[in-house]
Each structure stands twice: as C-alpha cells, then as structure tokens.
C-alpha cells in the first residue's frame, strides 16, 4: 500500500538512486500559471532552453503545461555515476565528461560506413568517441566544447573507445555541474529537436506548480482498495523516479486509468443501447426459416447454425442487435447475415451491408443475388450503391429507398461507404450489416445507426439492428478493448468440402521454383494470385511492386502465361472487367496487391504466392491465403520470403505455416505486433493509448472491465456530483470515438 508521501511502506531502509541535480530551475508558485497556461510563457525563464528547442516542444503538441505533464516516458533508464576517465573500466557502462580536442570524419574505405569521431581529454587521459552515420555531428560537436558521454565502454587500439555515446553538452562558461551520480532518466517519445533530455528539463521546470493543479477523478477509497496512487502523485513518480518501482507504480496508475475511461465509455454505450433505444422486432416462423435455409447451397454446419440462433434471438427483441460475428476466412459468415437481411425483408423492412471496398461489396452483391434467383417465393429487390454508381442509377436507389412497401421498394441494399452520405435515407432499415467493420472504425458503426433511424408511425424512433462482421479472428485482449460494446459469437471451422492450404516457406534463393510450379499448375489448368506489397516502387529495392513484379514475370519467369494486373487505383469499370476475365480463365495468373484480400471467391485459383512475405501482418497472410482452396481442387500457398529477412521475420512465417487456425494466428500476431499494427488507431477509430500496453496489461484491462461494468450498473449516466469530472475526462478522451454524443 502506498503512504500519502509516495514513499512504499516496509521499504525505508532502501536507498533511493540519486536525485539528478538537473540544471532546470522551478517556477515559482502562484496564480500566474495554470495547466492552460502556453510552454513558452513558463518557460521562458529557462536561459538553457533556446527558442528553438521551445518550437520544438510545441512541434510534438507540448504546447500548455498540461501537455507537458501528460506527456508521459516510455521507460526510464539507469544511468551510470560519472567518473573520471582514468577510472572508467571497459566493458561496463560508464559516463564522464571532458574538453573535445580534436574531430573527424573518416569515410574510407569506400565500403565501410561514414564516422565521426571526437577525442574528449580529461587532464592527462583521453576518451575516443565513435559516431557511425552521423557526420551531421561535426556542426554540433566542435574543438573547445565540455561535454559528457556516456555509453558502453570498450579498448580499441590501445586506447578506450565509446562507439555511437549518449552526449550532451555543458556549459562553456560559468559554473560548471557537479559530477552526477547514479541516477534514472525518464526516455520520452522525443524528436531531433526536441530530444528526451529537453524534455525532461521542461517538464521538472513546472512539475512543482503543475502537480497540486490536478484534479483526481477516482475516489480516495477507490484508489486505496485498488492500491492505486492518486493522479499527482502517479504524473510525479514517472517524471521524477527516485526508486526504481517508483515509475512503474505512477505508470501502473496512468495505464489503469486509460483502460478504465474507454471500459466506462464501452459500458455506457452499452448501457445506452439497451437502456434507452428502441429497434423493430421482426419476425420469425420456421416456414419463413426453412424457405431461407433452402436457398443456400450447402447445409449448415453446427456453428454456422449456432449463431443463426444467436441472430434470430437478438432480431426479434425491441432492443437493437450489437452483434460481432467474427469467423476465420470462408466461415460463412456472409450467409448468417444474409439470414438476418430476409427476416427484414420478409418483416416488411430493409437491410443494409457495407463493406470497406468496391470489390467486396460487389461480391457480396453477386453472390446474393445469385442465391435469391433461386427462390420461387422472393420478390426482394436487391441493389448495389458505391462512390463508382452512375448518377442517374444512384438516383433510382435512392428513391427506392424511400418508396411504399411494394414492388418499387428497395429490400436489400448493398454498398460501400456510400451508405454513410447524408442523401441515403431509408424508408424502414430494421437490420444494418457491416462487413469487415475493423476498417470503419466505432465512430462509423454508430453514424450508420444514428442516420438510419426511421419513425415506424408509433411517434417513437426506431434504430436498426447492428451486425458487424469480421474474418480477421479477434484476440481476446482487443475483443474486450475495441470490441466491449458488442455481443460476440464465433463460426468455428469451414464449410463442408472446404480442402485444406498447404502452406510453405521459401527461402529467396527458392525462389525460381516457386514460379516453375506455379507454371505446372497453370498448364495444368488451374489459376494462380501472386500478391506484392505495393503498387509501385518506392525507393526501397528490396520490397516488390505490382508494376515491376508484373514485369519481370511477363519477360521471364511466366513468359507466355496470360497475366493481369490488379491494384486499388484501377478504375471500377477495369476492376469488373479483370475479375470478370480471371473467373471467366481467360487470365491464367493475377498479381495483385492486398486489395484483393477480401471479397474474391474463384474456385479454380489453386496457387497462392505472397512476395515478400515477412512485409505482411500474420493476420493478413491468413487473409490473403484463403482466397485459395475454395475448389475441388488441393491448394498450395508460397510464401516468399523478402532477400532481406531477418531470422525473428523467418519464425513468424514459419508460425503461420504451421496452422490453418485463424484464431490462434491472431493471438500470435498480437503479441508480436500489438493492436496499433493489427487494428491501428485509424481503422478502430480510437485515439492510441499513451501509457497503457494492451499486450502486456492484461491484469489491468480485465480489472479496468470489471469496475467499469460495476460501475455503470449502479449509475448508468455518470451524472453524480462526485462523477462529474470522471465523466468529463471520459467524455473528451473517447466520446467522439465510441460514438457516445447521443449519450449526452
């Protein structure tokens, strides 16, 4: 348990490492400044901050003291006591300091990197200091300069020798510091101009005022039972650790409220949905089941029809559905949610599904139309609207979507972000699909539901149903995370009939004969994609393009082979017409980017090359890989690993190579990758966590989610007096993304 001086009780005989001296003076305290108060008024006092090093702060958005302190280090490192140069001992991380004497540059010989090197003297020793690709140095370290280094100390030559040190600068006139001793050093994200240590010194300048300014929003005997320091006290002990604990106690803290306020948010919005809206019940009869079951083509499987129950359950409440069907590639998802748009349209309602892309919206809207044309009892009408819709065309849809019940009404609506315009108005959306809904991000899931609220004629408005969809399986971190206001239910396994991939690993040395197969299965009659990871080339040798991948394999390795180019800066109409041709076998090989990722069903591709392997997310090769094996035929995907692999790069491959499972992928590549790369900030529509780290605080996230739920549960809105500044802060750091403005 913590004591009110931030010291930890039971360990007073411990001795705190040194206190840094630091040469930032503290501001004086007063009403003069607040946490509003702009860095360069306070901090204008601080003779050894330059201007520029000022507008280099405010380049990083420190530009307030508040900002100042909430920015927070990523870890803090232990720094060696100095020591004259004489009695540094190689091998061991030292720190001293002395005169540089002599600079250069030495660029030869021509293979060899650029270095810059400094000789610091201190009396009658000398230090050698060795910079590699860092010639820019030699304006900044100059003949006559005092400055301290530190590093790892090593014997070169016959001398010592610190390669790439940590330097700063000292005084050249005046006092000079005392030596420092062992101390810890908070590391902040930093930039060229505004290094870590410029940081640091700003902030312990108004660290002093700044504390007593900031307002807790957790109860004392919250924080007590939870052994949680209060909010000051936590900004404190990260910027100016004593102990070695010290940061990781305020850390603990900061992390835990960033869990809490977005598990909060999670839970109101919840709370909102079930509480205060209202939905259609639509209806359901086991004539109506079976005339839906007996358009698909297969029967199915038992979690398919597990989650078919799931749905049914949830659309026939008046409370809206907020369901996440999450299934691996070729679950059969699609036909789940094209159960629940029937019930809509057999209700006398509409549905809708948006998907990310052009191309996976017109497959769904291909293959739902292919199903529909074989039911003798559907009158449904079905149209597709995306940003590459004729205007006359769009106009139609439109005015279809808000006709009379009858012939002229559209039913099933299918489209891409298009749906989100303020022209797409329904008539009466009961059911709102989205597909690969990680893509749009929480704030579009809840426009689409606020724009498509309908009045039914009872004078009370009427939110659709929500379905979200995703064949990226979802670790269970980010589940409770991006996902916590939603009802998750799992299609485990594949259809009947689906082959298993065999899955192989190819060194790049290899990798002629990957395309000497790919040849075989080609005149063999079969199809091939063959991916690469950009458009065009950027600069970078060693990462494939589309353009010159096509190339190369055009005059070489598939020379004769009827190839096509596919990438996301083709025209729609393009597009159309290449699918239309692969499907059709006039084009033998695809290379194409990860556009098509998603969305593309041809049972006659077989082969699956992946350039550059190592450059992709394991989620997204797991993707890709299921485009393949969706024929009678057994399929085979390659990854080709890039010439430049590193061996931890090689052991992902090899991880995704060993398994067909798509959920235990992504726990995989969670770990290795963490949430901003699977599911980053843009596609979730959350800000980024500056503290907490959801790989590795698990024990806090599910603490965060139990409180969280307990406490909206006894106070739904927030709207306590003593809640007053928690929801505020809740309200500003994740109230536009979770979509919580119709919350209040």
């Not at 004489?86 to 720190?95: D, K, W």
């Not at 000789?119 to 400055?147: E, H, K």
Request: proline share 6%; net charge neutral.
């Amino acid at each position: 348990m913590a004591q009110e001086d931030g010291q930890p009780a039971g360990d007073s005989a411990r001795r705190p490492l040194h206190r840094p001296a630091h040469d930032a003076p503290t501001l004086p305290r007063g009403p003069a400044v607040d946490l509003l108060t702009p860095i360069e008024k306070v901090l204008a006092i601080v003779t050894s901050l330059r201007p520029a090093a000022i507008r280099g702060l405010a380049a990083l958005e420190l530009t307030n003291v508040g900002r100042l302190i909430a920015h927070v280090p990523m870890r803090v490192e232990k720094l060696a006591a100095e020591a004259p140069i004489a009695e540094l001992v190689a091998g061991q991380n030292v720190s001293a300091r002395g005169e540089v004497v002599a600079t250069r540059i030495l660029t030869r010989p021509a293979t060899s990197k650029p270095r810059f090197q400094a000789a610091v003297v201190d009396g009658a020793s000398r230090l050698d200091c060795t910079w590699f690709n860092m010639s820019y140095l030699q304006d900044r370290i100059t003949p006559g300069m005092r400055i301290r280094v530190e590093g790892k100390l090593s014997k070169y030559l016959g001398g010592l020798q610190l390669v790439n040190p940590k330097w700063e600068a000292l005084p050249q006139q005046g006092v000079e510091p005392a030596l420092r001793e062992e101390i810890l050093q908070p590391v902040y994200p930093a930039s060229e101009r505004a290094p870590t240590a410029v940081i640091h010194k700003a902030i312990l300048t108004v660290l002093d005022v700044a504390l007593p300014l900031i307002e807790d929003h957790l109860p004392d005997r919250y924080r007590s039972d939870r052994d949680l320091v209060a909010l000051a006290e936590a900004y404190r002990l990260v910027h100016a650790p004593a102990h070695e604990d010290d940061y990781l106690r305020g850390r603990r803290r900061l992390a835990f409220d960033e869990l809490l306020l977005l598990q909060l948010g999670v839970h109101l919005k919840r709370a909102h949905l079930r509480q205060t809206l209202s939905a259609t019940p639509l209806t359901h009869s086991e004539v109506l089941d079976h005339r839906i079951r007996a358009l698909v083509p297969f029967e199915l499987t038992p979690a398919q029809d597990s989650v078919v129950k799931e749905v049914v359950a949830d659309l026939t409440k008046p409370t809206p559905a907020n369901r996440l069907i999450q299934g691996d590639v070729g679950a059969g998802k699609t036909i789940i949610a094209l159960y629940g748009m029937l019930m809509a349209a057999a209700s006398g309602h509409q549905a809708a599904l948006m998907a990310p892309t052009e191309i996976l919206a017109e497959q769904h809207f291909k293959s739902i139309t292919q199903i529909l044309a074989n039911s003798p009892h559907s009158r449904v009408q079905v149209r597709l609207l995306t940003g590459a819709t004729p205007a006359a065309e769009r106009r139609a849809i439109l005015k279809g979507l808000v006709a009379e019940a009858g012939s002229d009404r559209v039913d099933l609506l299918i489209g891409t972000h298009a749906l989100l315009t303020e022209s797409v108005r329904f008539a009466s959306l009961a059911v709102a699909i989205i597909d690969e809904q990680h893509r749009f991000g929480v704030a579009q899931r809840a426009r689409l539901r606020t724009s498509a609220t309908v009045d039914d004629g009872t004078g009370e408005p009427k939110t659709p149903h929500v379905i979200v969809m995703t064949a990226t399986p979802i670790p269970r971190t980010l589940a409770i995370t991006l996902f916590g206001d939603l009802d998750i239910s799992t299609v485990r396994g594949l259809p009947p009939g689906r082959k298993p991939i065999t899955t192989r690993v190819v060194k790049h040395d290899k990798r002629s004969a990957v395309y000497e197969f790919v040849r075989e299965r080609i005149e063999a009659g079969e199809q091939a994609f063959i991916v690469a990871p950009a458009i065009e080339d950027a600069g970078n040798a060693a990462a494939k393009s589309v353009k010159t991948l096509m190339l190369e394999l055009q005059s070489g390795l598939l020379k004769g082979c009827h190839l096509a180019m596919m990438h996301g800066k083709l025209a729609p109409p393009t597009r159309d017409e290449i699918m239309g041709k692969f499907r059709a076998r006039e084009i033998q090989a695809l290379v194409a980017t990860t556009v098509i990722e998603v969305g593309v069903d041809i049972p006659n591709a077989t082969v699956m090359v992946i350039e550059d392997a190592d450059r992709f997310g394991l989620a997204q090769l797991h993707q890709l890989r299921g485009r393949v094996g969706r024929g009678e035929r057994a399929s085979v995907c390659a990854l080709l690993a890039s010439g430049a692999i590193t061996e931890s790069g090689m052991a992902r491959l090899e991880a995704i190579a060993s398994t067909q499972d798509g959920f235990k992928i992504a726990e995989v590549d969670f770990e290795l990758r963490g949430p901003g790369e699977i599911f980053g900030t843009r596609q979730s529509g959350l800000p980024p966590f500056k503290v907490a780290d959801l790989a590795h605080d698990m024990d806090l996230l599910n603490l965060a989610r139990i409180d969280a739920a307990a406490w909206v549960a006894r106070s739904p809105e927030l709207r306590a007096p003593d809640e007053r500044l928690l929801r505020r802060r809740l309200m500003m750091r994740y109230g536009e993304s979770l979509g919580l403005g119709d919350v209040g």
